[in-house]
């Protein structure tokens, strides 16, 4: 049932990204990594079986940044997807210093969500901090990256070759930063490389499986398809 639901996510994910692009353009897509960047660190506090390995959730939302981040640096340049590297860095460092005071807040005695909320972003801080760091790295280097290998395959028909490239060194990067912050410790060691490995092997999985949708992005992008809000 897991693997059901984790493909019927991934299917999810990249229709609203997609529709995100369609319709708001580059907007949309600054407004999907922040979105991305939030969402994936709530769900990553959730362990569950997948594909006979412990993992954690938020691995499709989060690798969907990296589509987002190639997309613009494919459609719109390098400058763009930085662009959205630091909204996505705003966002997240934005709703936990948020959360932390509304956290704060002596709750009343007929309140019920506290304790729930605490749970979910009591641990954010460390998940936060782990999240910034990955994504700060992982992020620029896959901007970089892609440039890096646009530059050497610049034809469009090496799209496939620019975006795995550069988004599978960068997820391993980004796995091995969060892992090691977020849950060294927190684990057992053999819990813990179960978690890295499912990790960046699904993160690559999304990786491989969103190339086609650059090539879409790239098609509606010279049809004159987007409808972008910022010019």
């Not at 469009?156 to 490239?165: G, L, P």
Request: charged share 15%; hydrophobic share 55%.
């Amino acid at each position: 049932m897991n693997e059901i639901l984790w493909f019927l996510m991934l299917v999810v994910n990249f229709a609203l990204i997609t529709v995100a692009y369609r319709w708001w353009g580059k907007t949309g897509l600054y407004v999907w990594v922040a979105i991305a960047a939030i969402i994936a660190n709530v769900q990553v506090i959730k362990t569950v079986s997948l594909f006979w390995m412990a993992a954690t959730l938020g691995n499709i939302v989060y690798a969907t940044s990296f589509l987002a981040t190639d997309i613009l640096s494919e459609n719109h340049g390098k400058k763009e997807a930085r662009k959205a590297v630091y909204v996505g860095f705003f966002s997240l460092i934005s709703v936990t210093v948020i959360m932390q005071i509304a956290l704060a807040f002596e709750p009343h005695p007929s309140d019920f969500s506290q304790e729930h909320l605490s749970v979910v972003f009591g641990f954010l801080p460390r998940i936060a901090l782990a999240s910034l760091a990955a994504y700060w790295c992982s992020q620029l280097h896959d901007v970089w990256a892609y440039e890096f290998w646009r530059n050497r395959f610049p034809h469009k028909r090496h799209i496939w070759i620019r975006n795995n490239a550069s988004t599978m060194v960068s997820q391993l990067i980004d796995t091995a930063i969060f892992t090691t912050i977020a849950f060294a410790g927190v684990f057992s060691a053999d819990v813990w490389w179960q978690i890295f490995w499912s990790t960046y092997i699904l993160k690559w999985v999304v990786a491989v499986l969103d190339t086609p949708f650059i090539y879409l992005a790239r098609k509606m992008k010279d049809d004159g398809k987007i409808r972008d809000l910022v010019p």
